[in-house]
Nanobody, 119 residues
Framework: QVQLVESGGGFVQAGDSLRLSCAAS????????MGWFRQAPGKEREFVAA????????YYASSVKGRFTISRDNAKNTVYLQMNSLRPEDTAVYYC????????????WGQGTQVTVSS
């Protein structure tokens, strides 16, 4: 069982940056692929970014590629999402996910953190 806790969300202006963090419990963090998803009001949850357990490969949705960067620190059991050049359409609840097998991950989910980007 893996518990995930996101943090770092907030209210920002268009063009600003935010860094989200997702802290994982347990001793098997380095065995899990990790990812970020988001869900805007009235829309389905969508994939944002993912990183393999080794941290060697990363994947991004086309809408965020070049603006967002996913990274992980296995020593700290934490995955990050650096979000630059934020746009109003990035407004959503952002969720962290973990999975030992699948990519994008879908086995364990955090509770989400709200990101609001004002124009």
């Amino acid at each position: 069982q893996v518990q995930l806790v996101e943090s770092g969300g907030g209210f920002v202006q268009a063009g600003d940056s935010l860094r989200l963090s997702c802290a994982a419990s347990g001793r098997t963090f380095n065995l899990h692929n990790m990812g970020w998803f988001r869900q805007a009001p009235g829309k389905e949850r969508e994939f944002v970014a993912a990183i393999m357990r080794s941290g060697g490969s990363t994947y991004y949705a086309s809408s965020v590629k070049g603006r967002f960067t996913i990274s992980r620190d296995n020593a700290k059991n934490t995955v990050y999402l650096q979000m630059n050049s934020l746009r109003p359409e990035d407004t959503a609840v952002y969720y962290c996910a973990a999975d030992m097998k699948r990519l994008p991950p879908s086995d364990y989910w955090g509770q989400g953190t709200q990101v609001t980007v004002s124009s």
